[in-house]
């Protein structure tokens, strides 16, 4: 049976800091109870990963970046919503940002902004003046798999925790 840990094997995060992105390795702090696990990076992707590693999808959360413009003023956010369910972008989070018009932001701007790794894209260790915006799904799931900046690791953490990010807005956002 699948699980938020599934088959990987799960360190402290603050000890294994070569595993984060800088970002992440710089506000690891912020998400104490964080651990990480090496995984081959060519099995990132979510489908790939949780069925490779034995993790749930109902445990496995995708962390994505929008851009949103008013006025000709751009917006960014983080949205984290579980594998197994599709964010709201166009309307929840759309009318949470009170922006005109909203996409996901293109991946060289999400990496440039962000210092992640596309497919990697991970809450902690975000800009400070981006919403984080999590859905309530996510933090119903208890522990969750998150990325970890980089592709070739992923987080393992509390979703509490990731609610509770100087950023975080829970919301109900999927679909």
Known sequence: MSSAEGVLTWEPATRHTELLA??????????????VAAIDAGLADTAAFCEAYDVAMEHSANCVVVAGKRAGEVRYAAVLVLASMRADINGAVRRHLDVRKISFAPMDQAVSLTGMEFGGITPVGLPADWPVLVDEAVVAAGDVVVGSGIRGSKLLLPAAE???LPSAVVLSLSL
């Open 162 to 164: 990731l609610a509770a």
């Open 22 to 35: 800088a970002p992440v390795a710089e506000a690891i702090a912020s998400t104490p109870s964080a651990r």
